[in-house]
């Protein structure tokens, strides 16, 4: 059974820094496709970033485009999210997501079977 750990949320001033860890574990993790979900207040769930279980290209949303970067350590079943230059528009639960190779759709958080418990990010203005 995958289970998904993420960490590093917290409170930062707008422009500011956090970088978030999924630990990973119950598989092999490098089979697994793995993504970046938030999801604001009131508002629906929706992609943040992405990493292919074979490597390759990463995948960003537009609104975070230039200012997030994902990427994993296989040897350390972890993927992080390190976000720069945040905005208070990035206030949201982050959740890490997991499927097993390759995702039908790399952006559609219903192509994910599995979830962490989510993390809080709120970002001050």
């Known amino acids: 059974q995958v289970h998904l750990i993420e960490s590093g949320g917290g409170l930062v001033q707008a422009g500011g820094s956090l970088r978030l860890s999924c630990v990973f574990s119950?598989?092999?993790?490098?089979?697994?496709?793995m993504a970046w979900f938030r999801q604001a207040s009131g508002k629906e769930r929706e992609f943040v970033a992405g990493?292919?279980?074979?490597?390759?290209?990463?995948d960003y949303a537009d609104a975070v485009k230039g200012r997030f970067t994902t990427s994993r350590d296989n040897a350390k079943a972890t993927v992080y999210l390190q976000m720069n230059s945040l905005k208070a528009e990035d206030t949201a639960v982050y959740y890490c997501?997991?499927?097993?190779?390759?995702?039908?759709?790399?952006?559609?958080?219903?192509?994910?079977?599995?979830w962490g418990q989510g993390t809080q990010v709120t970002v001050s203005s």
């Open positions: 997501a997991a499927d097993y190779r390759g995702v039908s759709t790399f952006r559609r958080w219903s192509a994910y079977r599995w």
């Open positions: 990493v292919p279980w074979r490597g390759g290209n990463t």
């Open positions: 119950g598989a092999t993790f490098s089979e697994y496709t």
